[in-house]
């Protein structure tokens, strides 16, 4: 038997160090990149629905935010010039669908001004709302 300690033997060791810098690094990367993904997104409290349906033809985006701001696709609309901006693009498309978007604490009378406007139009228009889960 051979009991003597062996003095040039190779320990097996790995460092992780540099792993571990990749790693914040690619989180850091992936963090910055999804919140840059989106900046013209309107933070909406929507009202739950538990029959929830996807629209799929020609739609544009109505919102009315919390503190009564009008906004089509993004942009912010004066509810006056509401009618002649939905108008033009009814003109790009035949069949329209406005998906309007409402935070829920807006007062009801403001929504039916803008369903007011779509029903002279003869435009259909859907209200979005969220998943029951959520």
Same mark, same amino acid.
């Given at each position: 038997?051979?009991?003597?300690?062996?003095?040039?033997?190779?320990?097996?060791?790995?460092?992780?160090?540099?792993?571990?810098?990749?790693?914040?690094?690619?989180?850091?990367?992936?963090?910055?990149?999804?919140?840059?993904?989106?900046?013209?997104?309107?933070?909406?409290?929507?009202?739950?629905?538990?029959?929830?349906?996807?629209?799929?033809?020609?739609?544009?985006?109505?919102?009315?935010?919390?503190?009564?701001?009008?906004?089509?696709?993004?942009?912010? $609309?004066? +509810?006056? =010039?509401?009618? %002649?901006?939905?108008?033009?693009?009814?003109? #790009? &498309?035949? !069949?329209?669908?406005?998906?309007?978007?409402?935070?829920?604490?807006?007062?009801?009378?403001?929504? $039916?001004? +803008?369903? =007011?406007?779509? %029903?002279?139009?003869?435009?259909?228009?859907? #209200? &979005?709302? !969220?998943?029951?889960?959520?």
């Amino acid at each position: 038997m051979n009991l003597r300690k062996r003095h040039g033997r190779i320990s097996a060791e790995i460092h992780t160090s540099a792993m571990n810098d990749i790693m914040f690094f690619l989180l850091l990367f992936f963090l910055i990149a999804s919140a840059i993904t989106n900046p013209n997104v309107i933070k909406l409290l929507l009202p739950k629905s538990s029959s929830g349906q996807s629209v799929s033809k020609k739609t544009i985006s109505v919102t009315i935010s919390q503190d009564l701001v009008y906004t089509v696709n993004n942009k912010p $609309v004066k +509810i006056e =010039d509401m009618q %002649q901006t939905l108008l033009g693009y009814k003109n #790009l &498309a035949a !069949e329209l669908t406005i998906v309007l978007s409402v935070d829920r604490t807006v007062a009801i009378q403001n929504v $039916v001004e +803008i369903m =007011d406007i779509a %029903q002279k139009m003869n435009i259909k228009l859907v #209200l &979005a709302t !969220e998943p029951k889960g959520k």
